[in-house]
């Protein structure tokens, strides 16, 4: 008999009007970036009353974002308006287009870089903000996608209950097939879902666990989640958020399949548990990947989001400008 699924209750995120008026502007954004991208043409933007991209001239001080072709979104805003900071974080996903995709794996981890304790707790170790962020990076992705070891931990819903915006299409990887119907993924309707596991454990005419779809992977050489990718990416996903756990967002890594690995870094020492991202050794430094990154605070966590696929390493060197010490919270 399975153990009985617990989980804790989700801290309800504090939201406020300054965020919420730049999320609308997030999510205008995201929805016209293929219209954009076609169009082919230079254009800046604010946000109408219902809630849609209005067109602006060039240099018009109302602006708030711009579409550059081949680049995407550029933030017009000042640094010291209130919405900067949030679109300045979001519109890098709100830039993807059907031609140019975007994929982003995101994990919440202690300073000593554990997701969970060693019996497998992690509701939770980031914050209430860190949740937020979730919830708005599934409203803007066509897929949000999850290994078995999360859902066994964490019994998600996956949806975008805490903010505008909608939910996306629920992938949940279970190459072993290990994972029950009772989860909250299988047993609602409220977003569609995807069960993806090897072929081979598929009994003949079966095509739904529970509420979701089955989806066969050939296992001749193991499923991979490079063949999830193909998969996603037949069914347009142009967004795609990798959500955890640290298996899976690990494996996407190292297939180099994220353009965007998102780390959020909670104030908090497990001292043994279970780890966030796992790699293959590097016997040098030198050897090792020193992304570009930008740095966010996130209530009391600090969020780390590196490119990937920029093709260039980060420098440790600050602008002549810069001082040498700065405290940041």
Same mark, same amino acid.
């Not at 949030?86 to 994990?107: E, F, Q, R, W």
């Not at 980031?126 to 990076?137: D, K, V």
């Not at 949940?172 to 069960?195: C, E, G, K, N």
């Not at 908090?268 to 790699?279: F, N, V």
């Given at each position: 008999?399975?153990?009985?699924?617990?989980?804790?209750?989700?801290?309800?995120?504090?939201?406020?009007?300054?965020?919420? =008026?730049?999320?609308?502007?997030?999510?205008?954004?995201?929805?016209?970036?293929?219209?954009?991208?076609?169009?082919?043409?230079?254009? =800046?933007?604010? !946000?109408?009353?219902?809630?849609?991209?209005?067109?602006?001239?060039?240099?018009?001080?109302?602006?708030?974002?711009?579409?550059?072709?081949?680049?995407?979104?550029?933030?017009?805003?000042?640094?010291?308006?209130?919405?900067?900071?949030?679109?300045?974080?979001?519109?890098?996903?709100?830039?993807?287009?059907?031609?140019?995709?975007?994929?982003?794996?995101?994990?919440?981890?202690? !300073?000593?870089g554990f997701i969970a304790t060693h019996a497998g707790e992690s509701q939770f170790v980031t914050g209430r903000e860190n949740i937020l962020h979730l919830h708005r990076m599934r409203a803007l992705?066509?897929?949000?996608?999850?290994?078995?070891?999360?859902?066994?931990?964490?019994?998600?819903?996956?949806?975008?209950?805490?903010?505008?915006?909608?939910?996306?299409?629920?992938?949940?990887?279970?190459?072993?097939?290990?994972?029950?119907?009772?989860?909250?993924?299988?047993?609602?309707?409220?977003?569609?879902?995807?069960?993806?596991?090897?072929?081979?454990?598929?009994?003949?005419?079966?095509?739904?666990?529970?509420?979701?779809?089955?989806?066969?992977?050939?296992?001749?050489?193991?499923?991979?989640?490079?063949?999830?990718? &193909?998969?996603? &990416?037949?069914?347009? %996903?142009?967004?795609?958020?990798?959500?955890?756990?640290?298996?899976?967002?690990?494996?996407?890594?190292?297939?180099?399949?994220?353009?965007?690995?998102?780390?959020?870094?909670?104030?908090?020492?497990?001292?043994?548990?279970?780890?966030?991202?796992?790699?293959?050794?590097?016997?040098?430094?030198?050897? %090792?990947?020193?992304?570009?990154?930008?740095?966010?605070?996130?209530?009391?966590?600090?969020?780390?989001? %590196?490119?990937?696929?920029?093709?260039?390493?980060?420098?440790?060197?600050?602008?002549?400008?810069?001082?040498?010490?700065? &405290?940041?919270?």
């Amino acid at each position: 008999m399975r153990p009985e699924i617990h989980t804790a209750a989700e801290p309800i995120p504090r939201r406020e009007p300054t965020a919420d =008026a730049a999320w609308r502007i997030a999510l205008a954004a995201a929805g016209g970036a293929d219209r954009l991208a076609e169009a082919g043409q230079f254009a =800046a933007f604010t !946000l109408g009353e219902g809630a849609e991209l209005r067109a602006l001239p060039a240099g018009h001080p109302d602006a708030s974002i711009a579409w550059h072709p081949g680049t995407g979104w550029e933030l017009l805003l000042p640094a010291g308006d209130p919405r900067h900071g949030l679109l300045d974080l979001y519109l890098p996903i709100c830039s993807a287009t059907a031609v140019k995709p975007i994929t982003v794996g995101h994990l919440g981890q202690s !300073l000593d870089g554990f997701i969970a304790t060693h019996a497998g707790e992690s509701q939770f170790v980031t914050g209430r903000e860190n949740i937020l962020h979730l919830h708005r990076m599934r409203a803007l992705s066509d897929a949000v996608v999850v290994g078995a070891g999360t859902i066994a931990a964490d019994n998600p819903q996956l949806t975008t209950r805490h903010v505008a915006g909608p939910s996306p299409l629920r992938v949940i990887f279970d190459p072993s097939r290990r994972l029950a119907q009772d989860y909250r993924v299988f047993s609602d309707d409220s977003a569609p879902t995807l069960y993806v596991c090897a072929r081979s454990l598929i009994s003949p005419g079966e095509s739904h666990f529970g509420f979701a779809t089955i989806v066969p992977l050939d296992d001749g050489d193991g499923v991979t989640v490079v063949e999830l990718m &193909r998969v996603l &990416r037949e069914r347009s %996903c142009k967004r795609i958020f990798v959500e955890g756990g640290g298996v899976t967002v690990s494996a996407f890594l190292e297939a180099n399949l994220l353009d965007r690995l998102q780390m959020a870094i909670a104030p908090l020492i497990i001292g043994d548990g279970r780890p966030a991202i796992r790699l293959p050794a590097r016997a040098t430094l030198g050897d %090792c990947h020193r992304p570009r990154y930008r740095v966010f605070r996130m209530g009391g966590d600090v969020l780390f989001d %590196c490119e990937l696929t920029t093709g260039g390493q980060a420098t440790d060197e600050p602008s002549p400008d810069t001082p040498s010490v700065t &405290r940041v919270i």
